[in-house]
């Protein structure tokens, strides 16, 4: 079975996942501490990943852009 990866904050003592757990039954975990949370709130990483979206910016019609993307490709 493949591995289900879920956003979580510790606080020292306990776990909170950041989204619904996507199993209902119960689960062995493993659990990987990735880096320090850094005190702007829980959501601080998905609010920069959130404002990401839109970022992009060409005056160009949709139709040359996705025809450079296919020439790449």
């Known amino acids: 079975m493949p591995l289900l990866t879920v956003p979580a904050i510790f606080d020292g003592k ?3 996942l950041l989204e619904d757990a996507p199993v209902r039954e119960p689960y062995r975990v ?3 501490f ?3 949370e850094i005190d ?3 959501d ?3 609010d920069r990943f959130w404002a990401s ?3 992009w910016r060409d005056e160009r019609p949709i139709e040359a852009t996705l025809g ?3 020439k790449v490709i």
């Open 14 to 16: 306990n776990i909170r």
């Open 40 to 42: 702007n709130g829980a």
């Open 68 to 70: 450079d993307i296919r």
């Open 30 to 32: 493993m659990v990987t």
């Open 44 to 46: 601080a990483g998905l």
């Open 34 to 36: 990735v880096n320090p």
């Open 53 to 55: 979206f839109g970022a």
